[in-house]
């Protein structure tokens, strides 16, 4: 139902509805927009600013697609994401991009300590990422365990660590997160947007902007969340963040 390009319009307090709206996709239908409006923290007006951008008239006209886009699923469809992937991985050439990669590697190749920060679907990129920038030889360590005790952390060491988070809004990564910057660490995000409350915490932020692609279960029939929202943009900065320190690494040397 949206778009990258679409994504990529909105500004802050409308990616905070698109967010609430992707989070809530069952409930959302059924809302009157106060409600929407109160429950996302904006006014009605953004409301009615972001149904025109995903291509409504209006609130009502943004319901009825909702209810026909999400509101009768019962099974999974999955989508070919392929060319938003080869969009992504284009994206990574460009020299934006790359500046980001670069104000990364630096704060990472300066860091006594390197923490690789991920939860669920996400926890195993940081993993699969903290043995790969130890094989480059920089040694760091993957936390995926959203209760890691942080407060236990050496404040005589500096610490970077890269959160990967798909929305950067969910409870536990960013409570984990905050908890890491209250504690001097240094944050680097790898998610799906720049405007979420992770990115926002941190230093730099590598987004790569695909559809979040998730289906809601029902509880009362005992049916689980999906996200199946891809997680090659995220292992590929991982490896390209990877390689770069590596090369620095040697030319340190």
């Avoid at 680097?188 to 947007?193: E, F, G, L, M, P």
């Avoid at 902007?209 to 997680?231: A, L, N, P």
């Amino acid at each position: 139902m949206f778009t990258v390009k679409q994504i990529q319009s909105l500004n802050e307090l409308e990616l905070a509805v698109y967010q609430y709206v992707i989070q809530h996709q069952t409930a959302v239908p059924y809302m009157r927009i106060r409600e929407l409006a109160a429950e996302a923290h904006v006014s009605t007006t953004t409301i009615l600013r972001f149904c025109k951008k995903m291509d409504c008239d209006g609130y009502a006209e943004f319901k009825l697609r909702m209810k026909q886009e999400f509101g009768q699923q019962t099974t999974v469809q999955v989508a070919d994401d392929t060319d938003e992937l080869r969009g992504f991985l284009e994206r990574m050439k460009g020299e934006p991009f790359q500046q980001k990669l670069d104000e990364a590697v630096s704060i990472i190749a300066k860091a006594d300590r390197v923490l690789c920060v991920g939860v669920c679907n996400s926890g195993y990129v940081a993993m699969h990422a903290a043995r790969y920038f130890t094989s480059f030889g920089k040694f760091s360590l993957a936390v995926t365990d959203p209760f890691y005790p942080v407060h236990q952390l050496d404040d005589q060491l500096t610490t970077a660590a890269v959160v990967f988070s798909i929305s950067g809004e969910a409870l536990n990564p960013v409570a984990l997160a905050r908890d890491l910057k209250e504690h001097g660490c240094r944050l680097i995000c790898v998610s799906n947007t720049d405007q979420n409350t992770i990115a926002r915490l941190s230093e730099v932020t590598l987004p790569y902007f695909i559809t979040h692609r998730r289906v809601w279960g029902d509880k009362e029939i005992g049916t689980e969340d999906i996200d199946y929202t891809s997680q090659v943009p995220a292992v590929a900065v991982a490896e390209a963040l990877g390689k770069r320190l590596g090369r620095r690494l040697v030319e340190e040397e």
